[in-house]
Nanobody, 124 residues
């Protein structure tokens, strides 16, 4: 079992920045990498970004490329999501998730463990 906890969400104006953190604990040795997803009201959960723990494999969703940056700190078993140039359409609950196998750029159903989520609200 891997436990994940997100933090860093909040309210920000359009054009602003936030940094989300995802701390992993438990059987982290079984974790291949971490992905960030988001879900807005009435919408499906959307892939945002993912990285393996080695940092050599990184993916971004098309809607966040050039604005968001994913990084990780192995010693702290923490993955960060730096979000810059935020837009109102970035408003959602952001979740981090981990999976025990490769192919990080995949749908949410393929991820094994999830955090409870953190709310990000971007005002116009």
């Amino acid at each position: 079992q891997v436990q994940l906890v997100e933090s860093g969400g909040g309210l920000v104006q359009a054009g602003g920045s936030l940094r989300l953190s995802c701390v992993a604990s438990g059987s982290t040795f079984s974790s291949y990498g971490v992905g960030w997803f988001r879900q807005a009201p009435g919408k499906e959960r959307e892939f945002v970004a993912a990285t393996d723990w080695g940092g050599s494999i990184i993916y971004y969703g098309d809607s966040v490329k050039g604005r968001f940056t994913i990084s990780r700190d192995i010693a702290k078993t923490t993955v960060y999501l730096q979000m810059d140039s935020l837009k109102p359409e970035d408003t959602a609950v952001y979740y981090c998730a981990t999976k025990t196998s490769p192919e990080l750029r995949t749908g949410p159903a393929r991820y094994d463990y999830w955090g409870p989520g953190t709310q990000v609200t971007v005002s116009s």
